[in-house]
Antibody, heavy 120, light 106 residues
């Protein structure tokens, strides 16, 4: 059974960057795709992007293109999401989520979430 | 991007009630739709994928139906642990998008 454990909460200044990690246990890490989804306080879910380790492919939502970078360290079974040029609207809970598999792009396993607060 | 309209935004219901939540797309997505449940302070959990397939371990009182542009999540007999917020998600075309959410409350 796959489990995803994320790094702890962050407080950042506007204009800075944040890097959130997501460590996987169980399963074959190199075979599955990790997406990042965020949720502003009291709001809905917003897909940000994904990485496909085996094919070294990334896909980003147009809204975040140019500000987001998703990477993977297969040795430590960890996915990273970096968001730059932070603004107050980026204050949110950031989740990593594993997709179901080839063609099954729903999220069957989620991390616990990482709260990122952007404030001066 | 595929735009999704999820209704209603809030449902007031009682234990034992039948609850129906709708998700409508602005373009067809075949059956590439999932439903999630989220409780306060927790990550979402997958209930249904491919429009109607129940995820392992999810109670059978949950069911999904629909294809193309119109989808429905039904809870046949609401239990206390079902009070939560529900989201639909399409995975037919990038970027993956979610509905706005439906809060099921007492």
């Amino acid at each position: 059974q796959v489990q995803l454990v994320q790094s702890g909460p962050e407080v950042k200044k506007p204009g800075s960057s944040v890097k959130v990690s997501c460590k996987a246990s169980g399963g074959t890490f190199s075979s599955y795709t990790i997406s990042w989804v965020r949720q502003a306080p009291g709001q809905g879910l917003e897909w940000m992007g994904r990485t496909v380790p085996n094919f070294a492919t990334t896909n980003y939502a147009p809204k975040f293109q140019g500000r987001i970078s998703i990477s993977v360290d297969e040795l430590t079974r960890t996915s990273f999401m970096e968001l730059t040029s932070l603004r107050s609207e980026d204050t949110a809970n950031y989740y990593c989520a594993k997709e179901g598999g080839a063609g099954d792009y729903y999220f069957d396993t989620w991390g616990q979430g990482t709260l990122v607060t952007v404030s001066s | 991007a595929i735009w999704m309209t999820q209704t209603p935004s809030v449902v007031s219901a009682s234990i034992g009630d039948r609850v129906t939540i709708s998700c409508r797309m602005d373009q067809g997505i075949s059956k590439f739709l999932a439903w999630y449940q989220q409780k306060p302070g927790k990550a979402p959990e997958l209930l249904i994928h491919t429009g109607s397939i129940l995820q392992n371990g999810v109670p059978s009182r949950f069911s999904g139906s629909g294809s193309g542009t119109d989808f429905t999540l039904t809870i046949s007999s609401l239990q206390s642990e079902d009070f939560a917020t529900y989201f639909c998600q399409q995975y037919y075309r990038f970027p993956w998008t979610f509905g706005q959410g439906t809060k099921v409350e007492i």
